[in-house]
């Protein structure tokens, strides 16, 4: 199996930065994708940005592209998001998710971290 441990989160202004980091242990290597993930109080979980371990695409939601960069760190098994340009409705709890090779499906989520971003 695999195990993913979020941190990062925290209490930021509108406009500030944080940082998030996905640590990942165990069965890494049947692991082809990262992904990061949100919900906010009483909306669904949605999909906020993810990348592949062994390559350079990045995907990005609108909501986030040209604010928030997704990146990894294959010697630390260890998958960052880098929020800048914050706002108000980009707080959420945020998940850190991996997809097995080959399947299309986020089998494995953390436990979550509260972004909370004040106005």
């Known amino acids: 199996q695999v195990q993913l441990v979020e941190s990062g989160g925290g209490l930021v202004q509108a406009g500030g930065s944080l940082r998030l980091s996905c640590a990942a242990s165990?069965?890494?290597?049947?692991?082809?994708?990262m992904g990061w993930f949100r919900q906010a109080p009483g909306k669904e979980r949605e999909f906020v940005a993810a990348r592949n371990w062994n390559g350079e695409t990045t995907y990005y939601a609108d909501s986030v592209k040209g604010r928030f960069t997704i990146s990894r760190d294959t010697a630390k098994n260890t998958v960052y998001l880098q929020m800048s340009s914050l706002k108000p409705e980009d707080t959420a709890v945020y998940y850190c998710a991996a997809r097995r090779i080959g399947e299309p499906q986020y089998d494995y989520w953390g436990q979550g971290t509260q972004v909370t971003v004040s106005s």
């Open positions: 165990g069965r890494t290597f049947i692991t082809s994708t």
